[in-house]
């Protein structure tokens, strides 16, 4: 049945023409045509013009599609397959197979919500006390950001510090440590990383642990920017089966970059930086839909490219002020080759507290960041003057700070056929009884390069 016919084709905006003003679809609905060769392409309304036009955005590529071409309104909103015959698959935006397995068996299916859905009351757990700490068996992360059920952690960094090996080692851990679920949502990235991921963890046999969405950098923007909301709706599906669901999403800041490009292509007027004007509420509707219920939970693992490692930058702004812990990866940590390359002064984190660890963790967490803090101001002095001018009090730190250094690399599961060096799990009693033999000194007279890229102590 011909609902419409195009009118203007601009790259990815499509304009459709509805004689009938009846007819003339709401936003968000989905529209679908056929190019001269026979192939579909899905479009979604993003405007109404005058005329009876709707002006629509692609999420498929639109070469060979013509004008006259004939247009048919298929649904109110976008609708994907979920349930367990997604769990090793990989979908698309728009919830087709890309990864040559054949059709996708499920007899369910949720729609894509572009708003946050209705809200509901969910006490907080952290007042009661109820916090789950998820372990991760990466000694720096569960020492100073610990990862809790139904929170958001952000991995922030410029290109080329590690962010992606980060998530593929959490991702790793979790699926065979605490055998949970995982859904991993690439957005706007590179496809060979895409191809990496996916034979890492079928090579790891963790493949049926995890569900795929990926919308990478060579897709039109519209794909991109849904994409990411289609992971989410996955996480959704589990979550709503009572299971706790790791979100993870590479990248982020690529979402925010795709609607800056739909924004221009629609002829929006940007924001002061550049930016799209609707930044902040579209964060904010996918942000919000990570949340927990009861019975299931959705804890999120963002990486979150920084554009000229410029931490201001305001997309990067706005996404930190839903994050509940930021870890942020340094260029000078990876020049350094401390992998992974946290630097933990300036990270923080809000579940970092004697409410949710335990006190003793809180206490040496505590020292650490001390130690930390006077190693900064003490490493400018020590090339000028020397490391024998130190007091013995200020020496003695130097000392404790390159060992915790050191201890807290650590050699990846996931990154043993480019090292060479076997992956190690930590738990978090072994890191803290590791770090409190360093700070009290029981391990003084050992030589710093023994702590590095080792497991426990």
């Known amino acids: 049945m011909t609902d419409g016919r195009v009118v203007a084709v601009q790259g990815p905006v499509v304009d459709v023409k509805f004689d009938d003003a009846e007819k003339l679809p709401g936003l968000y609905e989905i529209l679908k045509a056929k190019t001269f060769d026979g192939k579909t392409v899905i479009m979604e309304v993003a405007e109404h013009l005058e005329g009876g036009i709707a002006r629509c955005i692609s999420l498929d590529k639109t070469f060979h599609l013509k004008r006259n071409a004939e247009v ?93 090996v980060l998530i593929l080692e959490l991702i790793h851990n979790v699926v065979t440590r605490r055998k949970g679920l995982c859904v991993f949502t690439g957005v706007g990235e590179r496809i060979r990383e895409g191809n990496e991921l996916y034979f890492e963890f079928a090579k790891q046999d963790i493949l049926d642990k995890i569900m795929f969405a990926f919308g990478q950098m060579n897709e039109p923007p519209g794909a991109k920017f849904n994409v990411a909301l289609t992971g989410i709706t996955l996480g959704e599906s589990l979550r709503d089966r009572n299971k706790d669901v790791l979100f993870f999403i590479d990248n982020v800041y690529r979402f925010v970059q795709a609607g800056a490009e739909i924004s221009t292509l629609l002829g929006r007027v940007p924001s002061e930086t550049g930016y799209q004007p609707t930044l902040a509420s579209e964060v904010s509707n996918f942000q919000e839909r990570i949340r927990s219920k009861e019975g299931g939970s959705i804890t999120a693992i963002e990486t979150v490219y920084v554009p000229a490692d410029d931490l201001t930058d305001p997309a990067v702004v706005t996404i930190f002020n839903y994050l509940n812990s930021i870890i942020v990866l340094s260029r000078e940590k990876s020049q350094f080759k401390l992998h992974p390359a946290i630097d933990p002064l300036l990270s923080s984190s809000s579940n970092l507290d004697p409410t949710i660890v335990s006190r003793e963790h809180f206490a040496i967490t505590q020292e650490v960041m001390k130690i930390f803090a006077k190693y900064k101001e003490l490493r400018k002095i020590v090339p000028i003057i020397g490391i024998e001018e130190l007091s013995k009090a200020d020496r003695i730190i130097y000392e404790r700070a390159r060992k915790l250094q050191n201890f807290l690399t650590q050699p990846f599961f996931v990154a043993e056929v480019y090292t060479g060096r076997k992956g190690e799990y930590v738990s978090i009693k072994d890191t803290l009884a590791g770090c409190d033999k360093i700070i009290s000194g029981r391990v003084q007279k050992k030589p710093e390069e023994e702590f590095y890229m080792i497991g426990k102590l």
């Open 72 to 164: 048919e309104a298929v649904s109110p909103l976008l609708k994907i397959p979920v349930g367990d015959g997604l769990l090793g698959r990989i979908i698309n935006t728009v919830g087709e197979p890309i990864d040559k397995k054949g059709k996708i068996v499920s007899e369910e299916s949720y729609w894509v919500e572009k708003t946050i859905p209705k809200p509901y009351l969910n006490p907080d757990r952290l007042v009661r006390g109820e916090a789950e700490i998820l372990e991760t068996g990466i000694k720096i992360v569960d020492l100073l950001f610990p990862l809790v059920k139904g929170s958001r952690t952000g991995v922030i960094g410029g290109a080329g510090v590690g962010k992606t």
